[in-house]
Structures are given as structure tokens and as C-alpha cells.
């Protein structure tokens, strides 16, 4: 019995455990602050990335025939892209690259070029290159669309489905790190120590041990260290379309590192883990002298381990979910972190048992591994239950119809399914042994097995492009209209024509020629509320083409696009077009949930519940709560919580209030599209019916009025008079008097 464990006492008491002098590890508030940092650093970035996107508007439509050719080509994608990193080339049927574009500079998710004018007649590809920001996968794949005739023989490429086995290699590697980094952390706290902790020791544990556990986790950190310079590599080459040879002679990693959120997260992970080294090599270093020290580093390790994990949500298939992307993040990270224990406690105890047990005979070493594996099954059954539970609930986000079980993605899942089946197989044969008080570790050694090819298909999963949902994706024609006004011909088209981000591209020509010596600027109106845009100058992008974007279209509904050409000697010419927009033209980023997903949702609330429930309960024996008092704490919350709902929702209504206070609906609405028509009846009706208002100086302070004023005011200002301006002379008809408001709008400057 050199070993130093006091198994006197176990044979004496047959306890389940070594004695632990009666002392109970609890966190501190460092650790609880540690807590909060790790939710502080991992929400941002969650905001700032999703995963893995696709195409969800395509304008023109894939294989579509046009009479004219397309003044602009716009795909918008589910999710943001690297600018630098992101290509989009026109090529004619013969395959030359006809024009180049890129990322828009408005919307980041926008991969957009202006199309030559002078394009003849014939089939057209399309080649888009994407690099997601999130997850720094690039997806090539082509479209095609005809101008005159669709032409046959001629199809675009659909994007490659399948992983990218480095990418894969490393995600595994990297996977393995953290879930053993934070297997063993955790086992170290919640089941070495209440198991086998021995106060007689620095550590409350044999130094043999404690070493082991040592060279796990800097094992792990190097493991981490060494993927997470691979996946550098390997995003240099997939962005740059690389070999390794060339990106690493070039250096072209460094403008992966510096220039790209990818980039941006691969510094954070690796600066948290030279300073996880860091904290190991002091706890190793100063156990001897600061044991209190040494211990407190170990139980915040867990911490720092669940920060590693939740860096790869944030980069994940799930930070990219229809279905409430806040919600998967949080869901997957529960996932991920009930699996690391589950698999890297599995793996860290079939490498640290066989140093624990070795010096003690066969029936210390029954006790013992009775002892370490109860206590470890205990923990893990509900959390293997949240795996399971979580997992389906995942897997729901991206699996929306049947036909997606046939994709690369839906393949990888179901080989994953098929390998965890073995595992769920063992652990309850293994629990059953454990009950029979005969534990084995041949067991262990064959679930690690199992878990390893989990990990490498977990691996392999999150490397796969997720299958691309029914709902987005639908190519809607854009709205589009033309119209001759003098010598102009005026076309403008509405991108994609929905609520939301809108491109308006206008070309003018003016002999069938483009024209581009003119400014332009575009106000959208809302006429049933009375609102309005402020004017945008619109970019000369091409010869004739100009074009703006904007979020005001905020609904579905009438809306116009008021369009007003300068010349260069002052002249305004003024179009008008009028727009029916439609929620079915709205780029769909979001889904609903349904009930299976509730139901899910309140199974990972029980199962959390339950895992609390230990914690809670040791809470209300130290407050020594009796009946009446948890019935009042219990009452005090829950109308907290209430009065806080309350408040919410009081606030919300007052906003509502407030807004229609300020906006509220017009009582009469302007009828008439103020094009030029109807602004040349707006002047001759001014001119003529109130002459006595260009002299007046009230006048002025009407003009000076004009940015803020409704219609609906200016619409009784003419019928009624305001100040010291009198109504206008005679009887006006109510589409007279819009026809003096739009005309009294042209007299206020845009700039």
C-alpha cells in the first residue's frame, strides 16, 4: 500500500471513495467571473459570424431567358462574405471572361457586377467564387442565363457538397483538443477529486496522477496548437486556390491572418491558447510552494476549455441557422459541451487509469475503479440524454425536408447516428456491469474507440456544406419598368423588390445612346403612411447605368421611386414609377419554429434542470429556508419576473404609442404619382391659382418647412391657407391640389 491512498479505510467502511478530510471544492467568485468573461467574449462573436451559406436570390434566375440583356448580375447569399476573397466572372459561350465584379460595397452579402450594354445575343455563365466569413469555406459553382433564345448543350455547375478532407483532418485534430482538454480539466474537479481526493496530498491527488492529468492537458494544448496552424494552411489555400507550397513561400497566410475574420478568430483561439499554456506551466511550476494556487488554476480550467469549445460554435454550421440563430448557437454549445465531458472523460480516464491503478492490488483496485466510474456515470447518463436531445434538435435546423437525408450532409449525419449507437450500446452495458459491482476497463477502452471515429465523423459533418433550404433560394422576377420623358429613356429595375436591402439600377439613354454627364437621385416614397427617403445621389457605375441601395422599402405595399436627372446646366427631368411590392420577393433569412422543436427545447430545459437541481438544493439547506420563506422567495420571483414582463411590454407599447404620435396615419393620402405630367400640372395650377404666394415671406418659411412636412399638410395649406398664405384662388379638385404638392416639393434643393 506505498501508493499513499488510505484504503485501510475503504476496506474498513466500503465507502465508494477515498476520504477526503469532509471538504467540498466551490467555486469562487474569480470563477464565476470567469464565467461572465467567457459569455462576454463568445456573444459578440457570435454576432458577428454565421456559417456556411448559399445562394438565396439569384437575379438573373438561374437558366433564364431575357429579351435585353441584364444591366447588373446580383446574388445574395444567406450570410456574409470576404470581400477580398470573393469572385464573380461573366464568361460568353466560348468561355472568355467578358467582366469581373465582386462583393458590394453595402451589402456584404451581395456578390454583384454591372453587365456590358452593349451584350449580344447568346448564352452567358455565370462562375461565383464565395468565401464565407464564418467559416472561411469557398464554394465555386456556375449559372447560366440566355439573352434572345436559350441556347442548348450549355449548363452551369452545381456547387461541390462534398467536405474537404484536410479541412476535415483538422477540425478532428482541433475537436479532440478541446474535448480532451476539457474531459480531463473537468474530470479533475467533478470526479478524480470527490472520488479518490486525499488531503494528505499537495494536489489532494497522487502525484502520479496529477502527472498524468498534466500530460493530458499539455498534450491537448499542443494537439490545438498544431491543428490550428494547419487550418490556417489550409483556408490559405482554399481562398487563394493555393497549394501548400505556394502559400507558404508567398506568405500569402499572412493575408489570411490579417485580413479576414477567419483570420481574426484563429488569433483569438491562439492567444487564449498560449495563455491556457501559460496557466499550466504555472500550476505544474508552483504546486511544491502555492498548492492552494496550483488547484485554483485547475478547477478554472474547465473554464477556459468551454471558451475553446464555444470559439467553434460561433464558427459553426449553427451560427448560420434559419431557425433562431442565438438559440443554436447556445443549443449546439450545450451539445458540444456534454459531448466533450462525455468523450474526453471517457478517453482521459482510459489513459490515466492504468497509471492510477497500477501499484494496488486486485481488490484496491476494484474499490477504487468502483468509485471513480460510479461517480462518473452518474454524471454523464443526463448528459449523454442532452446530447441525444440537443443533437436532434440540430439536426432539425438544417434538415428541412426529406430529400436533404440524401445529401453529403444528411449521408455524414447518418454515419455519425450509426456510430454513436455502438457507444450508447456499451455505456449502458457498461453501467450495468457497474451496478453489478464488476466494472471493467476493457469497456472503456472500446467505447474510446467508438468515440474517436464519432469524433472524426462530428468532424467531417462540420466540414460539409449544409443542404440548402426549400423556403430560401426562390428566384423572383424583379420588379422592373420604363418610361420616355423628353429626350430621356428611362428604364429602372428594383433588386430583388422586396422589403428589405433594395438595389435600384436606372439606365438612361437618351437617342438609344447611354448617357453619362447627368447626375441622379432617387427618393423612395411611401404614400399610404406619408413617408419619405431622404434624396440619394445615385453612383454612375457604367456608361448610362446608375445605381443606389437602400433599406427604406421596410414593407409590402404601394411604394415609389421618384428618379430626378440634372443636367449640367441645372435642367431637372422627372420620372416616376410606381411599385407593388410583395413579402414573396423578400430575401427569406429566418423560419418559424414548430412544435417538435418546443418540445425539444423544454427536454434540454428538464435535462439542465436536473443537472442544477444538486446545486440548488445545497443552496436552500445553506439558506435554511423553511416553507414560508421558499413560498416568499418563490412568490417575490415570480412577480419579479412578472412585473418585469410587464415593464417590457409597457415600454413596447408606449414606443408604438410614441411612434404614432409622431407619424401617425394621414387622414388623406396623395393619389398621384408625381411624374413630370404631374408636376407640369402642379406649376400652371400654381402659377395660376396662387400668384400670391411667391411674394409672400411666409412663403419661404413654408419651403424651409418642406423636408419634415407631410403631404397631408401641404395638402390643406393649399386648400386652407397657412399664416398669412392664403388658400389658393377658385375651387381645386383634391387630384388638382396633389398636383401643387408635388410641384411645391421640386422647389426645395436636394443637396
Given at each position: 500500500m506505498g501508493a499513499g491512498f488510505r484504503f485501510d479505510a475503504i476496506a474498513k467502511s466500503q465507502l465508494p471513495a477515498w476520504d477526503f478530510a469532509g471538504r467540498r471544492f466551490q467555486y469562487n467568485s474569480g470563477m464565476f467571473s470567469l464565467r461572465w468573461l467567457i459569455l462576454l467574449i463568445i456573444l459578440p462573436l457570435a454576432a458577428l459570424t454565421q456559417a456556411h451559406g448559399y445562394v438565396v436570390r439569384a437575379i438573373p434566375a438561374d437558366r433564364s431567358t431575357l429579351d435585353r440583356p441584364p444591366t447588373r448580375l446580383q446574388y445574395w447569399f444567406s450570410e456574409a462574405l470576404e470581400a477580398r476573397f470573393s469572385e464573380i466572372h461573366l464568361r460568353d459561350q466560348a468561355g472568355s471572361i467578358i467582366a469581373s465584379g465582386g462583393v458590394d460595397e453595402r451589402n456584404s452579402a451581395l456578390l454583384t457586377m454591372p453587365v456590358p450594354a452593349d451584350l449580344p445575343d447568346g448564352a452567358y455563365i455565370v462562375e461565383l467564387r464565395p468565401a464565407f466569413a464564418s467559416d472561411g469555406h469557398v464554394i465555386a459553382e456556375s449559372r447560366v442565363f440566355f439573352v434572345g433564345e436559350a441556347v442548348g448543350g450549355i449548363g452551369g455547375t452545381a456547387a461541390d457538397d462534398r467536405a474537404i478532407p484536410l479541412e476535415a483532418l483538422w477540425r478532428a485534430a482541433l475537436n479532440l483538443a478541446n474535448f480532451l482538454f476539457f474531459g480531463a480539466a473537468s474530470l479533475f474537479t467533478l470526479v478524480l477529486l470527490p472520488a479518490w481526493g486525499n488531503a494528505r496530498y499537495k494536489e489532494n491527488l497522487p502525484?502520479?496522477?496529477?502527472?498524468?492529468?498534466?500530460?493530458?492537458?499539455?498534450?491537448?494544448?499542443?494537439?490545438?496548437?498544431?491543428?490550428?496552424?494547419?487550418?490556417?494552411?489550409?483556408?490559405?489555400?482554399?481562398?487563394?486556390?493555393?497549394?501548400?507550397?505556394?502559400?507558404?513561400?508567398?506568405?500569402?497566410?499572412?493575408?489570411?491572418?490579417?485580413?479576414?475574420?477567419?483570420?481574426?478568430?484563429?488569433?483569438?483561439?491562439?492567444?487564449?491558447?498560449?495563455?491556457?499554456?501559460?496557466?499550466?506551466?504555472?500550476?505544474?511550476?508552483?504546486?511544491?510552494?502555492?498548492?492552494?494556487?496550483?488547484?485554483?488554476?485547475?478547477?478554472?480550467?474547465?473554464?477556459?476549455?468551454?471558451?475553446?469549445?464555444?470559439?467553434?460554435?460561433?464558427?459553426?454550421?449553427?451560427?448560420?441557422?434559419?431557425?433562431?440563430?442565438?438559440?443554436?448557437?447556445?443549443?449546439?454549445?450545450?451539445?458540444?459541451?456534454?459531448?466533450?465531458?462525455?468523450?474526453?472523460?471517457?478517453?482521459?480516464?482510459?489513459?490515466?487509469?492504468?497509471?492510477?491503478?497500477?501499484?494496488?492490488?486486485?481488490?484496491?483496485?476494484?474499490?477504487?475503479?468502483?468509485?471513480?466510474?460510479?461517480?462518473?456515470?452518474?454524471?454523464?447518463?443526463?448528459?449523454?440524454?442532452?446530447?441525444?436531445?440537443?443533437?436532434?434538435?440540430?439536426?432539425?435546423?438544417?434538415?428541412?425536408?426529406?430529400?436533404?437525408?440524401?445529401?453529403?450532409?444528411?449521408?455524414?449525419?447518418?454515419?455519425?447516428?450509426?456510430?454513436?449507437?455502438?457507444?450508447?450500446l456499451l455505456g449502458g452495458w457498461h453501467r450495468r456491469s457497474l451496478r453489478a459491482g464488476s466494472p471493467a476497463k476493457s469497456l472503456l477502452r472500446l467505447e474510446s474507440f467508438f468515440l474517436l471515429a464519432v469524433l472524426v465523423a462530428v468532424a467531417w459533418l462540420s466540414a460539409t456544406p449544409l443542404p440548402e433550404p426549400a423556403t430560401p433560394g426562390v428566384d423572383i422576377e424583379a420588379p422592373q419598368a420604363s418610361q420616355t420623358v423628353g429626350d430621356y429613356g428611362i428604364s429602372i429595375t428594383l433588386l430583388p423588390g422586396g422589403p428589405g436591402v433594395n438595389t435600384t439600377d436606372i439606365v438612361i439613354e437618351r437617342a438609344g445612346q447611354p448617357v453619362d454627364n447627368v447626375r441622379v437621385h432617387l427618393q423612395m416614397v411611401d404614400p399610404a403612411r406619408d413617408r419619405r427617403s431622404a434624396w440619394q445621389l445615385a453612383e454612375a457605375l457604367d456608361a448610362g447605368l446608375f445605381v443606389a441601395a437602400g433599406d427604406e422599402i421596410d414593407r409590402a405595399g404601394k411604394w415609389w421611386s421618384l428618379v430626378d436627372i440634372t443636367e449640367e446646366d441645372g435642367a431637372v427631368t422627372r420620372a416616376a414609377f410606381g411599385w407593388n411590392i410583395s413579402e414573396a420577393a423578400a430575401i427569406e433569412v429566418s423560419r418559424q419554429p414548430n412544435l417538435l422543436h418546443a418540445l425539444l427545447l423544454l427536454g434540454i430545459a428538464g435535462l439542465l434542470a436536473h443537472l442544477a437541481a444538486p446545486h440548488a438544493r445545497r443552496l436552500i439547506v445553506a439558506l435554511q429556508l423553511t416553507w414560508a420563506s421558499a413560498l416568499l422567495a418563490v412568490g417575490a420571483v415570480v412577480i419579479s419576473v412578472a412585473v418585469m414582463v410587464s415593464g417590457a411590454l409597457m415600454i413596447a407599447q408606449q414606443q408604438r404609442d410614441y411612434e404614432r404620435t409622431l407619424n401617425p396615419p394621414p387622414l388623406i393620402v396623395n393619389s398621384i404619382l408625381p411624374d413630370a405630367e404631374s408636376l407640369a400640372r402642379g406649376e400652371a395650377l400654381f402659377d395660376e391659382r396662387c400668384p400670391a404666394w411667391r411674394a409672400n415671406d411666409d412663403f419661404e418659411s413654408l419651403l424651409r418647412r418642406m423636408g419634415k412636412a407631410r403631404d397631408e399638410f401641404l395638402f390643406a395649406s393649399v386648400r386652407d391657407g397657412w399664416r398669412n398664405l392664403g388658400a389658393c384662388e377658385d375651387e381645386l379638385s383634391d387630384s388638382q391640389r396633389w398636383d401643387v404638392v408635388n410641384f411645391l416639393r421640386t422647389l426645395v434643393a436636394r443637396d
Open positions: 502525484p502520479r496522477v496529477m502527472r498524468r492529468l498534466l500530460h493530458l492537458v499539455a498534450g491537448a494544448l499542443l494537439l490545438a496548437i498544431a491543428a490550428n496552424i494547419v487550418s490556417l494552411v489550409q483556408q490559405s489555400m482554399v481562398f487563394f486556390n493555393a497549394g501548400a507550397a505556394q502559400v507558404l513561400a508567398q506568405n500569402l497566410w499572412q493575408v489570411v491572418l490579417i485580413g479576414s475574420r477567419f483570420g481574426d478568430v484563429w488569433t483569438f483561439r491562439m492567444v487564449l491558447l498560449v495563455f491556457s499554456a501559460a496557466l499550466l506551466f504555472a500550476a505544474a511550476y508552483y504546486r511544491e510552494l502555492f498548492p492552494g494556487l496550483a488547484a485554483g488554476i485547475w478547477r478554472g480550467l474547465p473554464w477556459l476549455g468551454a471558451l475553446f469549445i464555444g470559439l467553434s460554435m460561433v464558427t459553426s454550421h449553427s451560427a448560420g441557422s434559419l431557425l433562431l440563430p442565438w438559440l443554436a448557437i447556445a443549443v449546439d454549445w450545450l451539445h458540444a459541451l456534454a459531448a466533450a465531458f462525455w468523450l474526453g472523460g471517457i478517453l482521459s480516464l482510459t489513459l490515466i487509469l492504468p497509471t492510477a491503478l497500477q501499484p494496488l492490488d486486485a481488490e484496491a483496485r476494484q474499490i477504487a475503479l468502483q468509485a471513480v466510474l460510479s461517480r462518473f456515470s452518474r454524471l454523464v447518463l443526463p448528459l449523454v440524454l442532452l446530447v441525444l436531445v440537443s443533437g436532434v434538435y440540430n439536426a432539425l435546423n438544417y434538415l428541412t425536408a426529406p430529400s436533404d437525408l440524401v445529401t453529403s450532409y444528411g449521408q455524414t449525419l447518418g454515419i455519425k447516428l450509426l456510430l454513436v449507437a455502438p457507444v450508447l
